[in-house]
């Protein structure tokens, strides 16, 4: 396993992060889940990555369950605040009452005094800007989070921030954007912006929910168990990729990998490893082969020519709008 700084810190990752987005707590079960994480700890995977909102708050729990045992200091732990927790109108945003209540909520959930980084789960338009910082500011003061970052923001929203971290002397260090072969809408606005402002991308959904790793075959049904056939969210995710000059072109794909020496998946994950300004592609997994077969890309290095190859075949189905980084407009 290789490592890489977040942002302008001082803060190492694995460049390999695992997640537990729509997995634990929901599509998998607890004993997987925890074979999942023991697995990712045995590889080298050091950084876990997940989210008060994940299947209801139980990801939280379930990650914790799996970390029992492994002293705190040999991990790095991330969360995230802003979608709906509970009922009310205050459960949700980036208020400075929710995020409060949050990030307790969410240690008490993960067993832990600390995060290493605690993200705005997306941007609250119903909330100045101004609070949700100084918030953020004192949670990192009152030692319950070392970092925080943010996900899916705008190029104008991250510099925004940026500037006022810096009044604030907040380390705000990351964004956690989707980023693969097929979506590359951040390449435009938002990596430049972060560049600017100190801060590094966290990638998840690096083999678009499954769609890179060549399962999904154009013309047949789709795999049973698959995450496209996943009616508690999975499926909803997945569709996107579904259609079929997408899958056509994926199959395409297979040679380049075999001249490589990856399987598809690998190579979806270093390929996102190849943009200098992820520190990190964060993997999902329902079985402990899916970790070990991610995680053997940490390290590669893809020439040039192959990049290229990649973007011959793949450049009619790749998605660059930089308009579709949003949030919602209200919370939701």
Not at 57 to 71: I, N, S
Not at 77 to 105: C, D
């Amino acid at each position: 396993m290789e490592f890489r700084t977040l942002g302008r810190s001082g803060l190492y990752i694995s460049e390999i992060a695992y997640g537990n987005w729509i997995t634990h707590g929901s599509q998998v079960e607890q004993d997987a889940a925890i074979a999942c994480v023991h697995t990712a700890l045995d590889l080298g995977i050091t950084t876990f990555d997940t989210a008060d909102v994940y299947a209801g708050t139980r990801a939280e729990t379930v990650l914790a369950k799996a970390l029992e045992g492994v002293r705190r200091a040999d991990y790095e732990l991330f969360t995230k605040v802003y979608f709906p927790v509970g009922s009310g109108r205050n459960a949700r945003g980036l208020s400075r009452k929710h995020i409060m209540e949050g990030i307790n909520g969410s240690l008490r959930r993960l067993g832990t005094d600390y995060v290493d980084l605690y993200q705005a789960h997306r941007y609250d338009y119903e909330t100045p800007l101004e609070e949700t910082m100084l918030a953020f500011a004192d949670v990192v003061r009152a030692g319950k989070a070392l970092y925080i970052g943010v996900s899916e923001w705008r190029a104008e929203e991250i510099a925004r921030a940026a500037e006022l971290a810096r009044e604030l002397h907040v380390p705000l260090i990351s964004n956690q954007p989707e980023y693969n072969m097929l979506w590359r809408v951040i390449e435009a606005e938002v990596v430049p912006a972060s560049v600017e402002a100190g801060l590094s991308q966290i990638c998840f959904s690096p083999i678009a929910q499954g769609v890179l790793t060549g399962k999904y075959k154009p013309g047949e049904p789709v795999p049973s168990g698959s995450r496209a056939t996943d009616e508690k969210g999975g499926a909803n995710f997945v569709k996107r990729w579904m259609a079929e000059d997408v899958l056509t072109r994926v199959q395409q794909l297979q040679p380049l990998a075999d001249q490589a020496g990856l399987t598809l998946a690998q190579l979806a994950v270093a390929w996102v490893l190849q943009n200098p300004n992820v520190a990190a592609a964060i993997i999902g997994a329902s079985r402990p082969e899916q970790v070990t077969e991610n995680v053997a890309a940490s390290g590669v290095r893809l020439d040039a020519d192959l990049l290229t190859a990649i973007d011959d075949v793949l450049e009619p189905v790749v998605e660059r709008d930089a308009g579709l980084t949003r949030s919602p407009r209200t919370r939701p």
